[in-house]
């Protein structure tokens, strides 16, 4: 089992920035791609940036490329998502989850590929 808490989430304006994190527990963290989802109301759960288990891949959504960034610090279990040049569209529930894997360069889009989620975290972007 992986428990998953994130933590970073608030209310900002249209072109402010946060950074969520994601504090894992349980098995070792470091064999585990871990993702960033989200899901505004009325709509589905969508993908946002992973990070493979060494940090040497990442791959983000084409709505948030070039503004969110994806990284992890496998010494204190703990991924991040630092988000610059947040949208009102960007207002969502914000999720960490995170999917075994035995390759160090691998990293997956899949929601239904991933094991273990967090609560998740609001994030509101106001104009």
């Known amino acids: 089992q992986v428990q998953l808490v994130e933590s970073g989430g608030g209310l900002v304006q249209a072109g402010g920035s946060l950074r969520l994190s994601c504090a894992a527990s349980?098995?070792?963290?470091?064999?585990?791609?871990m993702g960033w989802f989200r899901q505004a109301p009325g709509k589905e759960r969508e993908f946002v940036a992973a990070?493979?288990?060494?940090?040497?891949?990442?791959y983000y959504a084409d709505s948030v490329k070039g503004r969110f960034t994806i990284s992890r610090d496998n010494a204190k279990n703990t991924v991040y998502l630092q988000m610059n040049s947040l949208k009102p569209e960007d207002t969502a529930v914000y999720h960490c989850?995170?999917?075994?894997?035995?390759?160090?360069?691998?990293?997956?889009?899949?929601?239904?590929?991933?094991?273990?989620w967090g609560q998740g975290t609001q994030v509101t972007v106001s104009l």
């Open positions: 989850a995170a999917a075994y894997s035995p390759d160090s360069w691998f990293v997956n889009t899949d929601l239904h590929e991933y094991d273990y």
């Open positions: 349980g098995r070792t963290f470091s064999s585990y791609v």
């Open positions: 990070i493979s288990w060494s940090g040497g891949s990442t």
